[in-house]
């Protein structure tokens, strides 16, 4: 009479007033060891027996993962992976546990990702699909589970998801694309084996073999560079990382492709998106080499023609990632007039502050990392030196520390070229300004000392600095808190009073 008395108890459970009388009558020790069955039947009655009685218990809950049921449920899965009706209650059930810190414990110690994977793959309805999705999602916040849930392939299964539901307007479908880019950047955040299948760009081509980027697709291509874009930026970015993969696999010229295709007309965030990934892409110092090896400067460059602000903001910031630490990068865009002409009218954009402040970064960036000349000569002839000045002042130290320091390297190259124009723009009342200022930053002073040093070897700038009395500021500065401003500061009045 088991088989019986747990169906009748799965209906009786139905009810929320008599899950009380369940639990006071200790049905639900008594149910959990016909979890250990062979008798299908047994298995689903006392499955959704267990399942109806401890809905939104947590306490009943996590008894049930205390004594091992995780253990059980994972076999039924195992075990019975054609069965639509015991999957479906099992599902539930792990459904409903999964949020359970000691339930993803016990999980992790299971095979339950593997056989999760496979659900995924044979689910034929929206309906299991949702079901599996809840429970991956639950899972995915565990980290050994995550590493698990990759190495058992459902980043494959998620492509193949997202592929074949792509241009599909039908709500459910909807649903599932959402559930799974979801799942995705839930895998993605923290993971440290998570990889998305990258070709999936390559593969998107339309039945005559062509690329196909219409409107309906647009949206599909925009999760997807976004999740690339989010790989490369929360994955350690090791030689054997994914931003370092995707870029040997060919993905910056895919995006670049996309981007042509979308840069006069087409999906803002299609742009956005892939600049994005473009520029975390370009993080890398492996990745830095290869991009410009492969002229990848010289066609992002060529994007400059957009007028869309967003779009101009994430094209300098991938420019200014590239220059980082590469000095033939910084020389490519130092000496090209085009792009300087840009960056000085975009400098002007007042009305566009975050594009403003990104020209204005990378034109620091130009010159703080490149050791030419002829590049000083160039942003001098652009009239780009005046920006940088009024970099200094910017309420933000990190744009103040890397316009002092691009001013710095730029006057120890070639002073005598930017003499003029440091006095037009009063650097030196600027700098004794910020060493004045209680407010300014201890690093923001000592760079401003150095740069001061530099001054100091021109005869105009000198007595510019004499006759402003900054020599009472640095002697003022001697009794600072901070040793690095103090130091400094003596070093600098000992070449102001010509003894170094």
Same mark, same amino acid.
């Given at each position: ?168 307007? $039908? ?36 039945? $005559? ?6 409107? $309906? ?71 830095? *080499? ?94 780009? *030196? ?115």
């Amino acid at each position: 009479c088991a088989v019986k008395a747990a169906q009748v108890l799965s209906e009786i459970a139905k009810n929320e007033e008599m899950k009380k009388s369940c639990i006071e009558a200790d049905l639900v020790p008594t149910l959990i060891p016909l979890l250990e069955s062979t008798d299908q039947e047994m298995l689903l009655h006392a499955g959704r027996a267990i399942g109806r009685i401890c809905y939104n218990n947590r306490e009943l809950q996590e008894e049930l993962v205390k004594v091992g049921v995780i253990t059980s449920l994972v076999r039924i899965l195992t075990d019975y992976a054609e069965s639509e009706p015991l999957v479906h209650v099992d599902l539930l059930a792990l459904c409903n546990l999964a949020d359970l810190d000691t339930a993803k414990e016990a999980l992790s110690k299971t095979k339950v990702a593997e056989q999760l994977v496979k659900q995924l793959r044979r689910a034929e309805n929206h309906e299991r699909l949702e079901i599996v999705f809840e429970v991956l999602q639950a899972l995915a916040e565990n980290d050994a589970l995550k590493v698990q849930l990759v190495e058992a392939g459902v980043q494959e299964v998620l492509s193949e998801i997202l592929l074949r539901l792509q241009g599909s307007s $039908q709500a459910e479908d909807t649903c599932i694309v959402k559930a799974a880019s979801d799942l995705i950047v839930s895998l993605l955040l923290g993971g440290k084996k998570g990889n998305i299948d990258i070709s999936i760009l390559s593969r998107h081509k339309n039945s $005559q073999g062509k690329d196909s980027l219409n409107s $309906q697709s647009a949206s599909l291509i925009s999760i997807l560079v976004f999740l690339i874009s989010l790989t490369c930026l929360v994955l350690p970015l090791s030689s054997d990382g994914n931003c370092v993969r995707m870029v040997q696999l060919g993905v910056i010229h895919q995006l670049l492709d996309l981007l042509e295709k979308h840069v006069e007309s087409g999906d803002v965030s299609v742009q956005h998106a892939a600049l994005s990934a473009l520029r975390n892409l370009a993080i890398p110092v492996v990745n830095k *080499v290869q991009m410009l090896e492969e002229g990848v400067a010289e066609r992002i460059q060529a994007l400059l023609r957009s007028e869309t602000p967003p779009v101009q903001f994430k094209l300098l910031g991938t420019l200014r990632m590239l220059a980082d630490g590469q000095a033939d990068a910084a020389e490519i865009l130092g000496q090209d007039p085009m792009v300087l002409n840009r960056l000085v009218q975009w400098c002007n954009a007042n009305d566009h502050t975050g594009l403003h402040g990104e020209a204005n970064r990378l034109l620091a960036s130009i010159l703080r990392h490149n050791r030419s000349q002829e590049v000083v000569k160039a942003i001098q002839e652009a009239q780009g *030196v005046k920006h940088l000045v009024s970099m200094t002042t910017s309420e933000h130290a990190a744009m103040q520390n890397e316009a002092l320091n691009a001013l710095a390297i730029a006057s120890a190259i070639d002073l005598e070229t930017l003499e003029e124009s440091f006095k037009e723009s009063q650097l030196v009342q600027s700098l004794h300004k910020l060493l004045q200022d209680d407010n300014t930053s201890p690093e923001v002073k000592y760079n401003s000392m150095g740069l001061l040093c530099i001054l100091l070897n021109s005869g105009d700038l000198r007595q510019e600095i004499e006759e402003d009395k900054i020599k009472e500021t640095l002697e003022q500065l001697c009794s600072h808190s901070n040793a690095n401003v103090v130091k400094e500061a003596v070093t600098t009045l000992q070449a102001l009073r010509g003894e170094t």
